[in-house]
């Protein structure tokens, strides 16, 4: 975890791919604890640290996370968050060969099995299955893999692995997806590389960059920043 971002009102940390947001069943320490016990020695702050969980990142995928050090904050960004509009999300993903197209807008349903905990493109007339879209560029088209910007118009359970694959183009290391092979980190190459919204208090814009993970791949492709 690395600090990007910080204020009286909100955090943003770089998570890595062995991280989580929050607790789930593995019972392993998540980020929100982790920077809960930062904020209380860096401030030394007496009892309980007020921390807000505005949005998740999959456990395998790296990038920045934004979190509410304020009740004020937290209810204005989850009003934000649910817009799609006003907080402005850009990945970067490593996938296996490359696109047809070089850049295309994705409009899939896609319908999310919770025991498999995998989404799925829906067959035609589908129930419960939910509009997933999202725009892609590719900025590299390497030998073998290609580095993509994707941008999200909905925020749905896998979208971005999901609509990928469903184009030939699985994120490298995503197994679940239909990656050929893992990650030695067991992580996967998507990486939320950015976020620009309008400051919940201050009302600034805000655009903060998350450095991509230390891993050969990402610099051969070109993604040094």
Not at 91 to 107: D, F, H, N, T
Not at 166 to 194: E, F, M, T, W
Not at 214 to 222: A, N, R, V, Y
Request: hydrophobic residues 35%; contains cysteine.
């Amino acid at each position: 975890m690395t600090v990007l971002y910080e204020d009286n009102h909100i955090i943003a940390v770089n998570k890595t791919c062995n991280e989580i947001v929050q607790g789930d069943k593995t019972g392993d320490t998540p980020l929100s604890e982790t920077l809960k016990a930062y904020i209380k020695a860096k401030y030394n702050k007496p009892g309980e640290v007020f921390l807000g969980v505005t949005h998740r990142l999959d456990r395998p995928t790296s990038g920045v996370v934004l979190f509410a050090r304020t009740s004020k904050a937290l209810s204005r960004l989850n009003e934000m968050f649910k817009s799609h509009e006003q907080i402005r999300k850009t990945y970067w993903a490593i996938v296996q060969g490359a696109p047809k197209q070089p850049e295309a807008r994705l409009e899939n349903r896609l319908i999310r099995n919770e025991k498999q905990n995998k989404s799925y493109i829906a067959k035609p007339g589908a129930k419960d299955a939910k509009q997933a879209v999202l725009r892609y560029n590719t900025l590299v088209k390497g030998e073998h893999y290609s580095l993509l910007e994707i941008n999200l118009e909905t925020g749905r359970h896998h979208q971005i692995r999901c609509q990928l694959a469903a184009i030939g183009c699985p994120v490298k290391g995503d197994l679940k997806y239909g990656a050929k092979r893992s990650n030695p980190d067991g992580g996967i190459c998507l990486h939320a590389r950015q976020i620009a919204f309008v400051h919940p208090v201050s009302k600034q814009d805000i655009c903060i960059v998350a450095p991509v993970p230390e891993d050969d791949i990402w610099h051969k492709l070109g993604a040094d920043t």
